[in-house]
């Protein structure tokens, strides 16, 4: 491994070079930078999973230990994928080269690297494509912009596609809809036929796949840590919450990030779900089994997904359980919105939801029987079924960052809106383009959330950054607001980097801060034990 | 040198057109077996092309939803662009190929030096908006106008696009606006991929060949009608041959026309194997073309296979005891 590198100063990495390579791309060879990629996937995890080529090896190596071979094992994958997915078909035969999709994307804005341009990268795949299974890139070769298979391109595709987030934002400008994640993920199974996968990815899947969760913790730790919370939550309200876990016959099984259960800002979010769900006397479980609602099996390879996903479905018919509730989570939310039911379902041994509170059927959800939180909380606040005080949250202006799935891969943009409104006092959004369906990544997402790509992501992230600096300096934001276990883990080093001095909430954690629950003692402190405004001597 | 080699080729292609075109003996070949052969290449290709997408499934519902989903009953869903419905994709379709709604959306980042350090900005660039939809509208409308070659009587339809289009009045024959349209268009698409230099960077010749053939095709059918006549009857005469698959070759048509029917035969020809198929995938997008009802409706995938997983049961093995000791229930004691 690498030694560890220092970090370049915001100065420095706001200094972006959008001169163009003096080499045409295809002569330009790809560059490991310390810093700026993940650790190759260890051994163990490709082994638990049942992956392919399971080795220790290190991206700064000159030889990847790829076995004999491996151009017809990518070859064929590329014939196999082209016969299943036609929008990879169609994405890798219709592109203009057009360049709209070009400083859409975060890591472009933030390199100046023309690889990172959608455009660009997509064609790293395509022109093999053209390659091998056109005629025009047999006969005309480069002229028609088709390219061997070798090592460089190999190593090339594993660089550029683990900088790439799947966030879908290039695929909102592009005029015929091409989604680089599309490419992304099937580039990402191409190379883990190969065994070449990063470890923040294989690790976490493979933890996932055995224990439940990402972070890998077992039953009695997940039950532990959330008996903490509950420790603090009877701290700060008086009321002790009650969670219970794999507890067959209740009524909703909740599912959420395992970042949720460990590590600051997570675990206050997840503080905001429990204090929730008492408060309405929620008839729930929790399970230790089905204990992750994210899914780094889907920055992997659809099959991978697919194995990781099946623990929800199953421990909820095990369960006997009506219908699910998810938790604040990005990818998550893709996941269960555009593939799940597909895979496992059909979940005809659930019903279709019915909050318990107001009555309301989730008719969008009538066939997976999977809500989200946010969707549950702002229908109870509609129904005014919340005694809420948020003046508690007056100390904090507030901005929302919608994650790229739920916006780009679902559509939930107003729900989490209608939440914060009603929970603070304070809130306002940043530029249009950056919000919404234009929002911009957190430089993180799709696994890439690892300690040794740091420049990597605070260059990814700067986007994003950007905002919420516009609007920390026009209206004092200094709180951040989202609905991603990702974003809580990948933000706050974010903003300390570009925005010191803005925090990292998940939605939940502010509606608990303004839930006046029925009995509790007076609150002086918020979840994270800070004084509330007015009550404290801070203020 | 991306543009040259596709500077150059047009370039040998107007050259044979001409050759073609002033040996008499030859015109058989250029006026009637070419065309032909590159509708037969164009018609057969583009549904060899389309047919082969079609044969591939789309295992997942994976619209890009640019809008507010259909969730609560009092959020207001936005239905064209996060459609739930046929309707809406129809909407948003019709929107995508006749407006370039994606297009329209278009911004250009800028990052400058302000005064509390960097800022980015996203303004308004609609610049490749409209040269784009000049480009495919006065291209339908100039293929439109065309069918008068081909059609007797002509229809009213053709009649009434040709002229609108040329409502000017200017000169004789008036001039075509999409004439000018198409040429200023293509002109601006050429130079944009010339002189902008990310998107010169990611250009390949397959970008610039077309542009270039498009514009000697326009510029030779510009030529033709009003600078080097050609003899329209008899172009017709052979139009309508080529149409009832009688052909006809009369003398005397001009060899301006030679060189522009065999520009747009090799175009066609080369259609359906290029970048220009962009036409026939758009319908075919699945991030456009879907409705985000997959949480309603249930999206079937027709290679969906069975995977390895590990069950509660195994999990329950491997922690029974840890669980008893957290209080856990377990199924087998």
């Known amino acids: 491994m690498a030694p560890k590198v220092k970090l370049p100063k915001p100065g420095e990495l706001s200094q972006i070079d959008f001169k163009t390579p003096a080499t045409d791309w295809m002569d330009t060879p790809v560059e490991f930078k310390p810093g700026t990629y993940c650790w190759g996937a260890k051994e163990k995890d490709l082994l638990t999973l049942g992956l392919p080529n399971p080795r220790q090896w290190s991206p700064a190596d000159e030889d990847w230990k790829i076995p004999e071979g491996w151009e017809s094992t990518i070859l064929d994958g590329i014939a196999e994928r082209l016969s299943k997915y036609r929008s990879f078909k169609i994405f890798m035969d219709i592109c203009v080269r057009c360049g709209a999709c070009a400083d859409k994307c975060h890591f472009y804005i933030a390199t100046g690297d023309p690889k990172n341009m ?38 090339e595709w594993w660089s550029y596609f683990f900088q790439c987030t799947e966030c879908r934002r290039c695929s909102v400008f592009c005029p015929y809809g091409i989604d680089q994640a599309e490419v992304t993920i099937i580039g990402r199974e191409l190379l883990n036929l190969v065994g070449l996968n990063i470890d923040w990815i294989a690790g976490p899947a493979a933890a996932c796949y055995m224990k439940g969760n990402h972070l890998g913790l077992e039953p009695h730790a997940i039950t532990g840590n959330i008996e903490s919370m509950v420790d603090d939550i009877e701290d700060i309200t008086g009321i002790r919450v009650n969670p219970t876990f794999n507890r067959k016959g209740a009524e909703i099984m909740f599912v959420t990030p395992s970042g949720d259960l460990l590590g600051e800002p997570g675990v206050y979010t997840c503080m905001g779900y429990l204090m929730l769900f008492h408060e309405l006397g929620l008839d729930y479980t929790w399970s230790t089994y089905a204990s992750e609602g994210g899914n780094f099996g889907f920055f992997t390879s659809n099959e991978t997904a697919k194995r990781l996903n099946y623990k929800i479905y199953a421990e909820a018919k095990r369960l006997g359980v009506k219908y699910i509730i998810g938790g604040e989570c990005g990818h998550m939310w893709r996941v269960l919105n555009q593939y799940m ?127 919420v600096k516009y609007v920390k300096e026009k209206h004092g934001v200094n709180m951040l607001a989202n609905v991603c276990a990702v974003d809580r883990a990948a933000l706050p080093a974010l903003m300390d980097y570009w925005n010191p001095g803005v925090g990292v909430t998940g939605v939940t954690e502010l509606v608990a801060n303004a839930l006046v629950m029925k009995g509790e003692k007076e609150r002086t402190t918020n979840l994270r034990f800070e004084d509330l405004p007015g009550k404290g001597g801070n203020e | 040198m991306k543009v040259l080699y596709s500077f150059i080729t047009v370039i040998v292609l107007i050259i044979v057109a001409s050759i073609g075109a002033s040996i008499a003996n030859l015109h058989y070949v250029f006026g009637i077996i070419i065309p032909y052969l590159a509708f037969i290449m164009f018609v057969g290709g583009f549904i060899y092309r389309v047919v082969k997408w079609g044969r591939s499934p789309v295992p997942f519902r994976i619209p890009t939803t640019i809008g507010q989903q259909k969730s609560l009953p009092w959020i207001k869903q936005n239905k064209i662009e996060n459609p739930s419905s046929a309707f809406g994709v129809i909407v948003r379709m019709a929107m995508e190929v006749f407006l370039f709604r994606s297009l329209f959306r278009n911004t250009k980042t800028e990052l400058r030096e302000g005064k509390n350090g960097p800022e980015l900005s996203y303004g308004s660039a609609k610049w490749l908006w409209l040269g784009s939809l000049f480009f495919h509208w006065s291209f339908l409308i100039i293929i439109v106008r065309h069918l008068r070659f081909f059609l007797e009587p002509v229809p009213f339809l053709v009649q009434a696009f040709e002229n609108v289009d040329g409502m000017l009045q200017i000169g004789l024959p008036a001039i075509y606006l999409t004439d000018v349209f198409i040429l200023i268009a293509v ?26 053939m498009i514009m000697s095709i326009a510029g030779t059918g510009i030529l033709m009608r009003y600078f080097f006549k050609v003899d329209l009857v008899a172009v017709k005469e052979l139009a309508i041959g080529l149409a009832t698959f009688q052909p006809v070759l009369p003398t005397d048509i001009g060899p301006m026309f030679f060189i522009h029917i065999f520009l747009v035969s090799i175009l066609f020809a080369y259609f359906p194997m290029s970048k220009l198929m962009h036409m026939g995938g758009i319908f075919m ?18 290679w969906n296979y069975d995977v390895e997983v590990h069950t509660y049961e195994h999990y329950e093995d491997e922690f029974r005891d840890k669980m008893k000791k957290a209080g856990l229930p377990v199924e087998k004691e």
């Open chain 1, 341 to 467: 039911d597909t895979w496992h379902g059909p979940a005809d041994f659930l019903e279709v939801p019915v909050s318990p509170i107001t009555g309301t059927v989730f008719e969008n959800a009538k066939s997976t029987k999977m809500i989200h939180i946010s969707e549950f909380t702002a229908d109870l606040i509609k129904h005014k079924k919340l005694n809420l005080d948020p003046t508690r949250n007056d100390h904090l202006k507030v901005t929302f960052h919608d994650s790229c799935n739920p916006s780009r891969g679902m559509g939930m943009l107003e729900e989490p809106r209608e939440i914060i409104k009603a929970v603070c006092n304070n809130f306002y959004e940043m530029p249009e383009n950056t919000i919404r369906e234009k929002t911009f990544c957190c430089g993180s997402g799709s696994g890439l959330n690892a300690s040794e790509n740091m420049e990597q992501r605070m260059r990814g992230g700067f986007p994003r950054a950007n905002a």
């Open chain 2, 187 to 212: 002109t601006f698409l050429f130079f944009r991929r010339l002189v902008v230099p990310q998107v010169r960077y990611i250009s390949l010749p397959a970008d610039f060949f077309p542009l270039f």
């Open chain 2, 285 to 302: 997008s699945p991030t456009r073309n879907m409705m985000n009802n997959s949480r309603m409706v249930r999206h079937i995938n027709p």
């Open chain 1, 118 to 155: 959608p455009v660009l990268r997509a064609e790293l795949l395509r022109s093999v494509y053209k390659k091998y299974f056109t005629k025009s890139g047999k006969f005309l070769g480069r002229l028609a912009g088709a390219r061997e298979l070798n090592m460089d391109v190999l190593k």
